[in-house]
């Protein structure tokens, strides 16, 4: 491998995205991307769009899950039955697993894992953090827009409470949470690195930026509803003082509020 393409691969995604050409017509842009390891998604930032029923509905699911976040499909269901919404349980769970919600109770199946993925320990059990970078944590959340809806996947630090790290994404691939993770070894390095065992923070991509630094990796057990109580409070905040109370039309609006 060339020293200029071992040096555009070692870029951060957005350094990589505004290398991209759309207009070059010499190379196409999946081309491009391919060259410098870039996935085309991360490529561009536009919201996932849905019907305008269909968004209020997720919306509205966003809203009772961060009420009640202890809730599942049939509790929701129920909750919006009462509103007047004529909706089925299955049709709950579908839009929650589009949306990446997850009932926090102790249940089976409480990650959606890719079976291939190797799946670490879980570390903390009566841990007690004394120090900053001794442990973080990530996780992702729907956000809703104007016209449809993006995940952000945030990197906290548990004993600061500090965010070090966050991406905004249209889908769910592995991407976005490198771009974090980047950005998050900016403050240096923690000595557990844990998280849920989503197939993004499984993935050889993700797990091997952490054992080439030498962190130990810990993930939730099943059924263990705490373990990332930390973000979901900063989600919890997020929504209530920032998302819900403004209309976001564009990405960069939302990327830079």
Request: glycine share 6%.
């Amino acid at each position: 491998m060339s020293g200029l393409k071992k040096n555009l691969i070692s870029l951060s995604v957005d350094q990589k995205r505004s290398l991209i050409n759309c207009d070059d017509g010499k190379l196409s842009v999946r081309r491009q991307c391919e060259l410098i390891e870039l996935n085309r998604p991360s490529l561009y930032y536009a919201p996932v769009q849905v019907s305008g029923e269909t968004l209020r509905l997720m919306n509205r699911i966003d809203e009772i899950y961060m009420a009640c976040p202890f809730y599942g499909k049939r509790r929701i269901a129920a909750v919006l039955q009462r509103e007047g919404i004529p909706i089925g349980c299955e049709k709950v769970a579908t839009l929650m697993k589009k949306m990446g919600l997850v009932a926090l109770y102790p249940k089976l199946n409480l990650s959606k894992r890719n079976q291939a993925h190797k799946i670490y320990p879980y570390l903390l059990r009566d841990l007690p953090i004394t120090h900053v970078n001794h442990v973080w944590s990530a996780d992702i959340t729907y956000i809703r827009m104007s016209g449809g809806f993006m995940y952000l996947v945030a990197i906290i630090d548990w004993f600061s409470r500090y965010v070090l790290g966050w991406a905004l994404s249209n889908t769910l691939a592995t991407d976005f949470c490198l771009e974090a993770l980047e950005m998050a070894f900016v403050f240096g390095k923690p000595d557990i690195f844990n998280t849920d065992q989503g197939c993004q923070f499984t993935s050889e991509e993700f797990t091997g930026m952490l054992i080439a630094r030498e962190i130990k990796i810990s993930m939730d057990g099943r059924g263990r509803a705490l373990d990332n109580i930390f973000i979901e409070r900063l989600w919890r905040s997020l929504k209530y003082e920032r998302i819900y109370l403004n209309e976001y039309h564009v990405v960069p609006e939302l990327k830079n509020d």
